[in-house]
């Protein structure tokens, strides 16, 4: 099974830009779609971003479209989350996550394998 790691998390003034990694171990990484995910205080974790195994096709929430954008360099088992024009209201925890089939998949329960999140703040 995969293990997955997050990085690149930070503090970033409104406006910024921060570019998040999601290194994975343990499994053969083109063989799972990956998801990115955002978890603020007090609320349910929300979907951000998908992409499918070869990331020929990706899939951002209305909420970061044109903001974000989701990659992935299978060859280096490492998958990406490119964000610019960051706003307060997304500061969150987010997670990366991964799922073994031909699709992209954007509800929690799609994935099976998640990284410990790394958290991002947008201060205004």
């Known amino acids: 099974q995969v293990q997955l790691v997050e990085s690149g998390g930070g503090l970033v003034q409104a406006g910024g830009s921060l570019n998040l990694s999601c290194s994975a171990s343990?499994?053969?990484?083109?063989?799972?779609?990956m998801g990115w995910f955002r978890q603020a205080p007090g609320k349910e974790r929300e979907f951000v971003a998908a992409t499918n195994r070869n990331g020929g096709t990706t899939y951002h929430a209305d909420s970061v479209k044109g903001r974000f954008t989701i990659s992935r360099d299978n060859t280096k088992n490492t998958g990406y989350l490119q964000m610019n024009s960051l706003k307060p209201e997304d500061t969150a925890v987010y997670y990366c996550a991964a799922q073994a089939g031909r699709y992209w998949y954007t509800r929690v329960y799609d994935y099976n394998y998640w990284g410990q999140g790394t958290q991002v703040t947008v201060a205004s």
């Open positions: 343990g499994g053969t990484f083109s063989n799972y779609a």
